[in-house]
């Protein structure tokens, strides 16, 4: 099992441009989650996903963040356009639903916004 | 709300020494509880689990146990090395959604 694959690892642009993380989670696992990691704020949950349909984004900072998950073994996040303080590690991780059972994270996308 | 506190850091000890990171907890239910750690560069990886009142989670000569009666989920090891050198994450998971700590950095030294 490869376990959560996440693209690209590390990723820098300019303010104001867009930026599109991806995630492929382990397959039969029917949820998605999405989290931003900062040293202000520490782990935050974005936004998940059951069975490709979001469930929550109250997590979503602003209308510039928006979540995709078109099949059940992909999903994007993307930035438009993207600012300085959207710079932070990227999580996308993934999970069981029943029983309650620990997630699986991927490795990250560091992003930097200049 | 529902919510975990950890002991924050970084905890600073010496190879072989004893580590404890405490852990609380604030929830509704009966919920499982978990240790992440996170290694330098990495994502989150589960360290060790307990689902239900007095089970004991252990891995890698890290253990923890499920104190209902306390809310409390206290990470401990005999004798730390430096390749345990990480963050450390508890949480629980009620529902279908989990609640994470604030993470604590454990520093080891030779």
């Known amino acids: 099992d490869a376990g959560v694959i996440q693209s690209p690892r590390h990723e820098v642009t300019e303010m104001g441009q867009e930026v599109t993380l991806r995630c492929k989670p382990i397959s039969g696992h029917d949820y998605l989650f999405w989290y931003r990691q900062t040293m202000m704020r520490g782990l935050e949950l974005l936004i998940y996903?059951?069975?490709?349909?979001?469930?929550?984004d109250s997590g979503m900072p602003e209308d510039r963040f928006s979540a995709k998950m078109p099949n059940a073994s992909f999903s994007t996040l993307k930035i438009q356009p993207s600012e300085p303080r959207d710079s932070a590690v990227y999580f996308c991780a993934s999970s069981r639903g029943y029983p309650v059972d620990e997630q699986f994270f991927g490795p990250g996308t560091r992003l930097t916004v200049l | 709300g529902d919510s975990v506190t950890q002991m924050e850091g970084p905890v600073t000890l010496s190879e072989e020494a004893f580590l404890t990171i405490n852990c609380t907890y604030t929830?509704?239910?009966?919920?499982?509880l978990f240790w992440y750690v996170q290694y330098p560069g990495e994502g989150l990886q589960l360290l060790l689990k307990?689902?239900?009142?007095?089970d004991k989670g252990s891995n890698k000569g890290f253990e923890a146990t499920y104190r209902k009666e306390t809310t409390s989920f206290h990470l401990e090891k005999g004798s730390v090395q430096v390749s345990d050198s990480a963050v450390y994450f508890c949480a629980f998971r009620e529902s279908y959604i989990p609640t994470f700590g604030r993470g604590t950095s454990l520093i080891v030294h030779p």
């Open positions: 996903f059951n069975n490709n349909v979001p469930i929550d």
């Open positions: 929830a509704t239910g009966y919920p499982s």
């Open positions: 307990a689902t239900k009142a007095d």
